[in-house]
Every structure is written in structure tokens, then in C-alpha cells.
């Protein structure tokens, strides 16, 4: 049986020992025995962009700066050429304040937005849309033997999945190296934060690989797209229009990674088949993670 060549040097890394994203709860089991389990937080984040209210974003709580920023610039609030000079965070009110160099046109035309922790989140879908126009995704050549490490560590990191359920989480890649694993109620808050991660730290897109939990949906497409990340990888499945945006745009689209299984339906021309599968261990019951779907 081949072995995967991994790495556990995440740059942020999921902390599920961490007091305040989860709680004990204490019910009854199928049997009527009392059962304790760990159950996810959820808590309201209000963004501000300079003096106008945003949105209020119900998340677990843990890198506000970071949704915060990704979330504009993934909504198209934020462009290139703005200037963020600071963000703000208070916890006390948990509120976040972007603020910008120059105002933006957003802040007069913006009506508030309330944004929920369910999988179809309320977000300005037609800018989305719109932020579409023009955006190239680099050929970036992408290797099999990186999928499969990548699936294989991803899978076997302790995360707020594996204690507590109910979670989403979104990683940034780079070959088959995972950096920055990010989790939240809300798939679209993951990946908001690993956004709001690569503005704040300049880090490059053309050579990332997003893996995601959840569906490969229309807006995690968009999404990924907007990012500059050329390829989107899944243990979940597909949606139709996801798809077709993924086919447009010129992005990579890879679902149902299980063990030597993977499904591209979109870009395979950048898939670099340097291993066999065959060769590749299948997924043990212990380390199976569900889709969170």
C-alpha cells in the first residue's frame, strides 16, 4: 500500500479544545439514558464598512477580521483599488469595522443585509454575478498524488467537526500542503475567512487549491473564482449550476473525494495523472468524515 506524502504545518489551523466555540449540552438518548454532547456556538457578527451597516453574520466567533474582510471582498465591496487602512473588532458588541482610505459607492447604495447561518445565506448574488466578468483562472497544472494527500490529512486533522458536528470547514492549499483550515457554521463564512486571510496577507492565488466539506454549489464557485484559486475540491458532490459556472469561468471542479475516488466535472484539462489510483490507500471507517452536506 503507497504511502501519502503529507505535511501538518497548517499556518491557522482549527482549535476544537477551544472553550468558547463549543458547550456541553445534556439530553436524552435513543435508550432514555442521559446523554452530554458538545454542540457548536453561534454567536451575531455586524460588519460595518466605514459608517454603513452591512450585515449581520451568525458565526462561531473565532477570526471576525478575517470574515470580515472576506466577506466584503467576496461580495465586491471591497476592489483592488481600495485602501483598507484599518479593522476594528469589538467583542463586547461584536461588531467589525472595515475602513477604507476612500469611501466606497457601497455605503449609499446598500440597503442592510441579514445573513443566516443555513447553506442559502442571503448575499448580493447579482454582484457576485457581476464580479464574474473578466476574471482569467491560471493554468495552473494540478498533480492527482496532491488530491489524494491533500484528502488524506485533511481528513485526520482535529477539528470542531470531529468533536461537535454541524460544521463546515474550508482549507487553502498549496500542491499537497494544506495552510489555513478554516471552520464555521456557515460553509460561506469559511470561506470568507480564508478571504479575509489572503487580503490581509497578500498571499498568492494562482497556485492554491480550495478544499471545501461542503457542496459544490453556484456561490462557492463564484467564490473561489472571484479568489483567483483556479481549482475547487470537495468530499461533497455537485450542484447543476455550479457546474456550468465552474465550465464559464474556467475553474477546476473536483467532488466526492473518498479514498481513490474523485469525480472532476469542470477543467480537467489542468489534472496532472501522476499516480496510480489503485496504488492509493482507501478511506478507513476511523478516519471516514461524512459530507457536510
Known amino acids: 500500500?503507497?504511502?501519502?506524502?503529507?505535511?501538518?504545518?497548517?499556518?491557522?489551523?482549527?482549535?476544537?479544545?477551544?472553550?468558547?466555540?463549543?458547550?456541553?449540552?445534556?439530553?436524552?438518548?435513543?435508550?432514555?439514558?442521559?446523554?452530554?454532547?458538545?454542540?457548536?456556538?453561534?454567536?451575531?457578527?455586524?460588519?460595518?464598512?466605514?459608517?454603513?451597516?452591512?450585515?449581520?453574520?451568525?458565526?462561531?466567533?473565532?477570526?471576525?477580521?478575517?470574515?470580515?474582510?472576506?466577506?466584503?471582498?467576496?461580495?465586491?465591496?471591497?476592489?483592488?483599488?481600495?485602501?483598507v487602512t484599518r479593522v476594528d473588532y469589538d467583542e463586547e458588541v461584536e461588531t467589525v469595522v472595515v475602513r477604507t482610505e476612500v469611501e466606497t459607492s457601497h455605503e449609499e447604495k446598500l440597503q442592510k443585509k441579514t445573513r443566516t447561518s443555513g447553506c442559502a445565506v442571503g448575499t448580493v448574488f447579482g454582484d457576485m454575478m457581476a464580479g464574474l466578468e473578466g476574471v482569467t483562472l491560471p493554468a495552473t497544472p494540478v498533480k492527482t498524488s496532491w488530491l489524494y494527500a491533500l484528502a488524506h490529512e485533511i481528513n485526520r486533522t482535529p477539528s470542531l467537526y470531529l468533536e461537535a458536528g454541524a460544521i463546515h470547514g474550508t482549507v487553502l492549499c498549496h500542491q499537497d500542503r494544506p495552510l489555513v483550515y478554516m471552520e464555521d457554521v456557515g460553509r460561506h463564512n469559511a470561506v470568507d475567512k480564508i478571504a479575509g486571510w489572503m487580503l490581509s496577507e497578500r498571499a498568492e492565488a494562482s497556485d492554491k487549491i480550495l478544499y471545501t466539506t461542503g457542496r459544490l454549489t453556484s456561490e462557492m464557485v463564484i467564490k473561489?473564482?472571484?479568489?483567483?484559486?483556479?481549482?475547487?475540491?470537495?468530499?461533497?458532490?455537485f450542484t447543476a449550476w455550479g457546474v456550468e459556472i465552474a465550465r464559464q469561468v474556467g475553474l477546476t471542479l473536483i467532488g466526492r473525494m473518498r479514498g481513490q475516488r474523485f469525480v472532476c466535472l469542470a477543467g480537467e484539462e489542468r489534472l496532472l495523472r501522476d499516480v496510480d489510483p489503485s496504488a492509493m490507500p482507501e478511506e478507513d471507517k476511523k478516519h471516514r468524515r461524512k459530507s457536510a452536506d
Open 1 to 83: 500500500m503507497s504511502k501519502l506524502n503529507v505535511s501538518t504545518e497548517y499556518r491557522i489551523a482549527p482549535d476544537p479544545g477551544n472553550p468558547r466555540l463549543t458547550r456541553k449540552v445534556t439530553g436524552v438518548d435513543h435508550l432514555g439514558q442521559e446523554a452530554e454532547i458538545s454542540v457548536v456556538e453561534e454567536r451575531p457578527l455586524t460588519i460595518y464598512l466605514n459608517r454603513q451597516e452591512i450585515v449581520t453574520a451568525m458565526t462561531i466567533g473565532d477570526y471576525p477580521e478575517y470574515l470580515a474582510l472576506g466577506f466584503l471582498k467576496n461580495q465586491g465591496m471591497l476592489s483592488a483599488e481600495d485602501v
Open 224 to 237: 473561489t473564482a472571484m479568489m483567483g484559486i483556479p481549482v475547487l475540491a470537495s468530499r461533497s458532490g
